[in-house]
């Protein structure tokens, strides 16, 4: 199984927003509602930010937000903050009967 | 609070059999779908195996079929992972990860903190 494609790094300012993209196909994130988005700050465990595409787990900051169109699901990150600063991934069912992860995308607030 | 918590991981020789385990918290553990999923050293996430609710259905990426068995233990709350035949491309820290719903075709909503495994001579 392919990995999702997202861009290797993106940045912005404290206070901008920012979106990261995860492109698939049709029998991962086209096929399917199940894009979580997954946070990682160095030596600590992921935090899932976005699960099936747009709902938010309680407790996550709804600065976080999460859509899709088509074979590319999409995080939005309004209001940047310093603690924003982390590697980002996108995973997806895929068929049939497995899940795959995108590479990961490294956020620098500048 | 829902939790997940791993243990089992350890340095092993290849060739050699480890089981991982996974005790779940704070929720109903039958009512979901569970996962593994590694991250070999400053590599990216992979799915490893998972399971449904009942683990009466399981699954594996193809990188490690015939080599791992996932299963579940739902009155003790607890997801286990059997790997046998180790590999130093096995390397890696290995995290329980919740579907949000019973099924396998859900996303994950929940982490654990993960437990390493070292394959090495």
């Known amino acids: 199984q392919s990995a999702l494609t997202q861009p290797a790094s993106v940045s912005g300012s404290p206070g901008q927003s920012i979106t990261i993209s995860c492109t698939g196909t049709?029998?991962?994130?086209?096929?399917?509602?199940?894009v979580s988005w997954h946070q990682q700050h160095p030596g600590k465990a992921p935090k899932v930010l976005i699960h099936d595409v747009s709902n938010r787990p309680s407790g996550v900051s709804n600065r976080f937000s999460g859509s899709k169109s088509g074979n590319t699901a999409s995080l939005t990150i309004s209001g940047l903050q310093a603690e924003d600063e982390a590697d980002y991934y996108c995973?997806?069912?895929?068929?049939?009967?497995?899940?795959?992860f995108g590479g990961g995308t490294k956020l620098t607030v500048l | 609070e829902v939790q997940l918590l791993e243990s089992g991981g350890d340095l092993a020789q290849p060739g050699g059999s480890l089981r991982l385990s996974c005790v779940g918290s704070g929720f109903t553990f039958s009512d979901y779908g569970m996962s593994w999923v590694r991250q070999a050293p400053g590599k990216a996430l992979e799915w490893v195996s998972g399971?449904?609710?009942?683990?009466?259905?399981?699954y594996y990426a193809d990188s490690v079929r015939g080599r791992f068995t996932i299963s579940r233990d739902n009155p003790k709350k607890t997801l286990l992972l059997q790997i046998n035949s180790l590999r130093a491309e096995d390397t890696a820290v290995y995290f329980c990860?919740?579907?949000?719903?019973?099924?396998?075709?859900?996303?994950?909503?929940?982490w654990g903190q993960g437990t390493t495994v070292t394959v090495s001579s």
């Open positions: 399971a449904i609710g009942s683990g009466g259905s399981t």
């Open positions: 995973s997806s069912y895929i068929s049939p009967n497995a899940h795959v």
């Open positions: 049709s029998s991962d994130v086209g096929g399917y509602d199940s």
């Open positions: 990860v919740r579907s949000s719903y019973y099924f396998h075709h859900y996303g994950m909503d929940v």
